[in-house]
C-alpha cells in the first residue's frame, strides 16, 4: 500500500514519523475518515469543513488547501485501487525535538494518509441483522466535538463490548446517551427520530447532518434531544451512523431487544436513502 508523509508517497514500510512528534507523546493531533464507495469519496466537503474546525480550536495551522486535500485523496485511492474502503488523514502539531507540554507555533505539522480497503462497506450483512450494543460510562474529555486522535477511551469501549460478546458500546453521562464510541446514536418513535443535539458532549458526525437533512425530506420528523437507556429500551427502532457505518440499525441494548429485535423499516429505508443519494 502507498501512503502519504508530509508531501511525499511512499510505501507504507519506508514511511516514518519522529518518535518525538506531538501525535505520538500527547495525542496532540486530529484527524478525519472519508469513506469511499465505487472509487470515489464520500461527503468529502463536510469532512474538509470539520477538520478546519478541529485544527480551528486547537490552534493549529491547516497544512494542505481544499483542493490539495483532495489531490492527495484522490492521488491515494488511484494508487491504492481502493474501490471500496476508506481514507485515513490525520494532522498532529509535528516534532519540537523534544518534549515539553507547552507547543511553540513555529513547529511544521505532521500530515498522515492512508487508504483501507474494505469490501461490503454499503453491502453490509451486519446492516440485515443489526447490531448490538452495550451501554458504559462516557469519561471521555469534555471537548469531544473535537476529532482528536485521542481514541484510548472509544477503544477501552470497544474492547467492553466485544467481552461482553456484543458489537459495540453507547456511553451514558447525567443518565443520558451521549453516543457511540465512534459513531452518533438515534432512536425511532413511530414517525419521530430522536438523537442528542449537537454540543461539546459529542462529535459532529458529517453523516448526522446528511441523514438528518435526508429523513426531514423523506418526511421524519426530527426531534434533537438526549435519551435515556430506558428509553432507548422502550423505542420502536435504534441506530447508528458514521462515515464507514452509514446507516446501521442497532437491535439490543444491554441484554434487551429493542422493538422487534430485527432491523426496522425506518433504519433500513434510511440506509437505502443515504446510499442512493451519497453514492
Ligand atoms: N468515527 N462520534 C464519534 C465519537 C466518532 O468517532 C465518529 C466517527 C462519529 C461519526 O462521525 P462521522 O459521521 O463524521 O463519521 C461520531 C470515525 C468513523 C472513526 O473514528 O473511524
Redesign the pocket.
Known sequence: RTVYVNGQYLPETEATVSIFDRGFLMADGV???TSVLDGKLIDFA??LR?LQRSLDELEMKNPLSEDEWLAVHRELVARNGVEEG?V?LQVTRGNPGDRDFAWAADVAPTVVLFTQTKPGLADNPQARTGIRVISVPDIRWGR?DI?TVQ?LY?SMGKMMAKKAGVDDAWFTEDGFVT??????VYIIRGNRIVTRPLSSE???????SAVLRFAAEAQYEVEERAFTVEEAQGADEAFL?????FVMPVVELDGAAIGTGKPGPVATRLREIYLDEMR
Not at 179 to 184: I, K, P, Q, V
Not at 241 to 245: E, H, P, R, V, Y
Open positions: 484527524y478525519e475518515v463536510g469532512h470539520r476508506m485515513y469531544r476529532k481514541l472509544p453516543e457511540g464510541t465512534s459513531n452518533n459529542i462529535l459532529h458526525g458529517i453523516t448526522r451512523t458514521s462515515a464507514s457505518a
